[in-house]
Nanobody, 124 residues
Framework: QVQLVESGGGLVQAGGSLRLSCVVSGRTFSSYSIGWFRQAPGKEREFVAAIRWIVDGTRYADFVKGRFTISRDNAKNMVYLQMNSLKPEDTAVYYC?????????????????WGQGTQVTVSS
């Protein structure tokens, strides 16, 4: 089992920044990835970014490239999502998730473990 807990969400004005954090605990896999997904009201959950836990490797959705950065601190068992230049359409619940696969994947059903989510609201 892998447990994930997100934090760092909140209300921010358009153009502002937030940093989301995800603490990972429990069983670890040498090849797994941690991803961030988001779900806005009435919409499907969508991939945002992911990072390999041990080796280098990241992946981003096209709509966040240049604005969001995913990073990790293995010593602290933390994964971060730095979000800059936020837009109202970034408003959603953001989830972190763990995928025991060997490549960085962008499909939600590849991820076996999920956190409870943290709300991000961007006002115009």
């Amino acid at each position: 089992q892998v447990q994930l807990v997100e934090s760092g969400g909140g209300l921010v004005q358009a153009g502002g920044s937030l940093r989301l954090s995800c603490v990972v605990s429990g069983r670890t896999f040498s090849s797994y990835s941690i991803g961030w997904f988001r779900q806005a009201p009435g919409k499907e959950r969508e991939f945002v970014a992911a990072i390999r836990w041990i080796v280098d490797g990241t992946r981003y959705a096209d709509f966040v490239k240049g604005r969001f950065t995913i990073s990790r601190d293995n010593a602290k068992n933390m994964v971060y999502l730095q979000m800059n230049s936020l837009k109202p359409e970034d408003t959603a619940v953001y989830y972190c998730a763990a995928d025991p696969g060997v490549i960085v994947r962008a499909t939600a059903n590849s991820y076996d473990y999920w956190g409870q989510g943290t709300q991000v609201t961007v006002s115009s």
